[in-house]
């Protein structure tokens, strides 16, 4: 059985997630954001193993985090990035152009696309590209917890931003509208920013949608 713990980190107030295996204590993180240290210390306090940290797409606030955990866990874990993140990725998240101080990261080696699946313990997440807030956003899903990693794309009563370089508000709608209004309506979405809400509350209120 997974379990998802929720933190709100960094000067944009970030969501951060722990999924967690209850069986192996084997986790990933999703967008580690700035505020690391409260990630690892949460997962240290969960008795968990951070295997790997999967990033919805690598805007600067939610990839803060990522040196930080580099560095102190151990077994380093591996880094997961959308092949179409690496040109954003290797910009620094975009930090730049809000002048906002940013180490330079190595890309990753290990790269996923639509359709890949992502495992924490014996549970399968399967990414779905989702782009228009930048090139590459793409979300988590299991069926079985009824659970969606929406990053950037969907928030409560919101969407993206879609004025960043890479951003394409059509674009954005008409993958919300063909591939997460699809799912469920009792999906719960676990957003980048802000509260959690559901599919069939978005299909119903976002003013946007």
């Known amino acids: 059985m997974i379990k ?3 933190m709100v ?9 722990i999924i967690y295996d209850g069986d192996s204590r084997d986790a990933v993180v999703v967008d580690p954001a700035i505020g690391q240290n409260e990630i690892y210390e949460k997962a240290n306090a969960l008795g968990v193993t951070i295997r790997e940290i999967w990033i919805t797409h690598p805007h600067f606030d939610h990839i803060g985090g990522v040196a930080y955990l580099l560095e102190m866990c151990n077994p380093k874990p591996k880094v997961m990035l959308h092949e179409n993140g690496v040109k954003l990725w290797e910009e620094k ?36 590209d989702s782009p228009g807030h930048t090139e590459s956003d793409c979300c988590f899903y299991n069926a079985e917890y009824k659970a969606l990693f929406s990053g950037d794309v ?10 960043l370089p890479g951003g394409d508000t059509q674009e954005l ?27 069939g509350r978005e299909k119903k209120e976002n003013p946007f949608l």
């Open 93 to 128: 998240g975009g930090a730049n152009l809000f002048n906002f101080p940013f180490p330079q990261l190595e890309t990753p080696s290990t790269l996923f696309n639509e359709n890949s699946v992502m495992k924490v313990g014996a549970t399968d997440f399967v990414v779905i």
């Open 154 to 163: 969907l928030f409560s009563r919101s969407i993206g931003r879609t004025d």
């Open 9 to 17: 980190l960094g000067p944009i107030s970030n969501n951060s997630y």
């Open 4 to 6: 998802i713990e929720r």
């Open 173 to 199: 709608i008409n993958n919300i509208h063909s591939k997460l209004f699809v799912l469920p309506d009792e999906t719960i979405v676990y957003p980048g920013h802000g509260a959690l809400t559901t599919i």
